[in-house]
């Protein structure tokens, strides 16, 4: 119950009657606005969709029918589906699975941007239906819906799974390292511009997660192919990424994320001072008031504590289940009950209720996007990787700085509510990079991020309307977060996104999207949505400092 409803129901509580004010159960009367009683209908009918920009007789065996997807009871526009070779044979034992979207977008004009979730193993198919392809179907909503955030209404857009092994990807595994995936990514790549025409495209390149191995190595390897007809690499996105030693992403920022979400995970007084006595006795807590400086004093030394001390983050993992057994590692403020997702991963854990499918492993959904009749798994139970070992170095050692020093255009994300990888580790692992000649950022993280107000900013969208559409696609506006940018290197978050930013947050993601693309000066500018530029905005002057937790302060922690 929200706390303005208990203060209600205490002061009123003689004067209660059986028709119940709005506001006594603490919401806001209904405000009527344009089209509100019927917003899926205006949506559709608005919508700009693509006039059939790539069918050709290279593309027609991948097209897919735009009114043929199961339970979308909509067009989804054009798109095109199926698998492509990594070699230049194209009955190879190895291939790809991709799903492409155009853009209606004119100012998408000759670009294209790939976009990869991580895992190792996981589907680029969960970014397609739960994040920002066309149509999206959030867990513990009725059905796939429309999605107004969705990317391709930016740029072109293709969702890729990979590497082999993942999704519904074919052949023999035989990937050792990045270095493998990369150029396996970018055989691939070169059979699918040949395929839809696209030699002189930019390339963008976006992803979450362990992405942030498979994006810089991917980038860094058409960046050094140095052929601009298949390889254009001109910026890239990643979102909450693994970018340097595990335990320094974990475990040396854990105890500072507990004591900041000390509501959600409220431990009792023995494990609460049993985690105080390991963050300072590990050293974690005089690292991060070293290192976590701006700028920093000097390279940071090598991860060597004992197992007891990088197992912290699992020890904080464990105990939190007996508080809130629905407790979502990806995005923390979730408790139970645990909702049913229709990819069978609601969070944390792996949940199918009886006589519910997977999506995407239902015979029906394989017919219409031509995929082969194999078991669908949003994350691979077998190896992607030989032995299940990346031997490569993380991202940030050296193809990450060398990416961002070749494009000028590079963004990291990072959701203040994921615990899977937490921000302080982001922040310390780029205070140990070297990028354009200096270590780290030079300047405290403090400008604001800026996400434009728009129709589907607050519930009045919907006005009396129980539109499915408007109630699943509700998205947040006003400062939401920090960015900064040094360098070619923009760091930015977003206070009330878990691990899948552009799940928790899609207009923050949007806007990001926009500023990769150059179609917005800044994540601190003020101007509207490219794609809605008719709504007021304030002025920047007023926006004060970026929000959220304190990760710094002036002296470092």
């Given at each position: 119950m929200h706390w303005s409803t208990v203060v209600a129901s205490l002061v009123t509580v003689?004067?209660?009657?059986?028709?119940?004010?709005?506001?006594?159960?603490?919401?806001?009367?209904?405000?009527?606005?344009?089209?509100?009683?019927?917003?899926?209908?205006?949506?559709?009918?608005?919508?700009?969709?693509?006039?059939?920009?790539?069918?050709?007789?290279?593309?027609?065996?991948?097209?897919?029918?735009?009114?043929?997807?199961?339970?979308?009871?909509?067009?989804?526009?054009?798109?095109?589906?199926?698998?492509?070779?990594?070699?230049?044979?194209?009955?190879?034992?190895?291939?790809?699975f991709f799903w492409f979207f155009p853009s209606p977008n004119d100012a998408a004009d000759k670009e294209i941007l790939l976009w990869l979730n991580g895992g190792p193993g996981c589907s680029s198919f969960e970014g397609l239906i739960q994040e920002n392809g066309p149509f999206i179907w959030q867990y513990g909503t009725y059905k796939p819906v429309p999605n107004p955030w969705s990317w391709h209404r930016l740029t072109n857009i293709v969702y890729v799974?990979?590497?082999?092994?993942?999704?519904?990807?074919?052949?023999?595994?035989?990937?050792?390292?990045?270095?493998?995936?990369?150029?396996?990514?970018?055989?691939?790549?070169?059979?699918?511009?040949?395929?839809?025409?696209?030699?002189?495209?930019?390339?963008?390149?976006?992803?979450?997660?362990?992405?942030?191995?498979?994006?810089?190595?991917?980038?860094?390897?058409?960046l050094d192919a140095d052929d601009a007809t298949y390889y254009n690499v001109s910026g890239m996105m990643i979102y909450d990424p693994v970018l340097m030693?595990?335990?320094?992403?974990?475990?040396?920022?854990?105890?500072?994320?507990?004591?900041?979400?000390?509501n959600l995970m409220p431990f009792n007084d023995s494990f609460s001072a049993y985690l105080q006595e390991k963050h300072e006795s590990c050293g974690f807590a005089e690292y991060s008031a070293t290192y976590l400086q701006y700028p920093p004093p000097g390279p940071q030394p090598g991860v060597n504590v004992s197992d007891e001390c990088a197992n912290l983050w699992y020890s904080v993992y464990s105990e939190v289940f007996s508080l809130n057994p629905c407790f979502d590692v990806y995005q923390v403020a979730t408790t139970c009950p645990l909702l049913w997702d229709v990819l069978g991963f609601p969070g944390s854990l792996y949940y199918i209720p009886e006589g519910a499918?997977?999506?995407?492993?239902?015979?029906?959904?394989?017919?219409?996007?031509?995929?082969?009749?194999?078991?669908?798994?949003?994350?691979?139970?077998?190896?992607?990787?030989?032995?299940?070992?990346?031997?490569?170095?993380p991202s940030g050692y050296k193809v990450l700085p060398h990416v961002i020093e070749a494009t000028q255009n590079v963004i990291i994300g990072h959701g203040i509510l994921d615990m899977i990888l937490l921000a302080n580790g982001s922040l310390l692992s780029i205070q140990n990079m070297?990028?354009?000649?200096?270590?780290?950022?030079?300047?405290?993280?403090?400008?604001?991020?800026?996400?434009?107000?728009?129709?589907?900013?607050?519930?009045?969208?919907?006005?009396?309307?129980?539109?499915?559409?408007?109630?699943?696609?509700?998205?947040?506006?006003?400062?939401?977060?920090?960015?900064?940018?040094?360098?070619?290197?923009?760091?930015?978050?977003?206070?009330?996104?878990?691990h899948m930013i552009p799940q928790y947050a899609p207009s923050a993601a949007f806007r990001q999207l926009e500023f990769l693309l150059g179609r917005v000066e800044g994540l601190s500018?003020?101007?509207a949505f490219t794609t809605d530029k008719d709504?007021?905005?304030?002025?920047?002057?007023?926006?004060?400092?970026?929000?959220?937790?304190?990760?710094?302060?002036?002296?470092?922690?």
């Open positions: 003689a004067a209660v009657t059986e028709a119940r004010s709005w506001q006594h159960v603490g919401r806001k009367p209904p405000v009527s606005s344009p089209n509100a009683g019927d917003y899926l209908t205006h949506f559709l009918e608005t919508r700009e969709t693509a006039d059939s920009k790539f069918a050709n007789a290279n593309t027609t065996d991948f097209a897919v029918n735009g009114t043929g997807i199961p339970d979308v009871d909509f067009d989804i526009g054009e798109s095109y589906s199926g698998l492509l070779s990594i070699t230049d044979d194209p009955d190879g034992d190895q291939k790809l799974e990979q590497p082999v092994g993942t999704g519904f990807s074919q052949g023999t595994v035989t990937a050792t390292s990045e270095e493998d995936v990369a150029e396996q990514f970018m055989g691939f790549w070169k059979n699918f511009v040949d395929t839809f025409s696209m030699q002189g495209y930019k390339v963008y390149i976006a992803g979450e997660s362990y992405a942030g191995k498979y994006c810089p190595y991917i980038a860094s390897a058409m030693d595990d335990t320094l992403q974990t475990s040396y920022s854990v105890v500072p994320f507990v004591d900041y979400n000390k499918n997977v999506y995407f492993d239902r015979e029906d959904v394989k017919q219409a996007i031509h995929a082969p009749n194999i078991t669908w798994e949003e994350c691979a139970s077998n190896d992607v990787f030989i032995n299940n070992h990346d031997k490569s170095d070297t990028w354009g000649g200096k270590l780290g950022f030079e300047s405290v993280p403090i400008e604001p991020f800026y996400v434009p107000y728009h129709e589907l900013s607050t519930g009045d969208a919907i006005g009396e309307s129980d539109d499915m559409l408007a109630l699943s696609t509700l998205a947040g506006a006003g400062v939401m977060g920090i960015a900064h940018t040094e360098r070619g290197l923009t760091y930015v978050t977003v206070n009330i996104a878990g500018s003020t101007q709504t007021p905005q304030p002025s920047a002057d007023s926006l004060g400092n970026g929000t959220g937790p304190w990760t710094w302060s002036s002296t470092g922690h």
